[in-house]
């Protein structure tokens, strides 16, 4: 019931990677990147639920995470040279989890939510801003070829 309302409540729409969202906010200042021209900031509603998850993906700026609501968020995430880490976003101090984390630009990243309620609400901003001209979705088999030591976790989310 919370899930649907928030859907409407927020007029989340379907996300490529997996989940809802809805762009909030898009700065009407312009940054020059190397990608090109682009808003200098931009932030989103993100829900996730309970079976769903959003498939590893990059782009190319940061990407900050907050907490809202519901079930903690895992964040795995695969940087350019190798490393891998969970980030846990959920109420700040309980199980190591914290309100808010960081994702650098072009690192691979999926994300999960687990929990009694089936659902986490968050936001990401963006800065540069978002385009969708430098979102890629991971192609499970190049990106296990690329790094088959955490072979489990990129066929677990990709699809």
């Known amino acids: 019931m919370r ?36 808003s200098a900031g931009t932030a989103i509603y993100f829900l996730l639920t309970a079976g769903n998850f959003s498939a590893f993906h ?4 940061d990407e900050t995470w907050h907490f809202y609501e519901g079930d903690p968020v895992t964040v795995h995430v695969i940087t350019p040279n190798g490393d ?13 989890s914290t309100y808010q984390a960081t994702v650098p630009a072009g690192c691979w990243f999926a994300s999960h939510c687990s ?12 800065a540069p801003g978002f385009d ?26 990709t699809r």
Request: a negative charge; one cysteine or more.
């Open 84 to 96: 891998y880490r969970q980030i846990l976003l959920g109420p700040s101090g309980r199980d190591g």
């Open 58 to 61: 990059r782009i190319g700026s």
């Open 3 to 38: 899930i649907q309302q928030l859907i409407d409540q927020y007029n989340l729409l379907p996300h490529p990677e997996g989940g809802y969202f809805a762009e909030t906010w898009r700065t009407s200042q312009i940054v020059d990147t190397p990608n090109g021209i682009r």
């Open 132 to 157: 969708f001209a430098d979102f890629e979705l991971a192609n499970r088999a190049a990106l296990t070829e690329q790094f088959p030591q955490y072979s489990e976790v990129i066929r677990r989310f």
């Open 115 to 126: 929990g009694p309620l089936g659902y986490a609400l968050v936001g990401c901003t963006v």
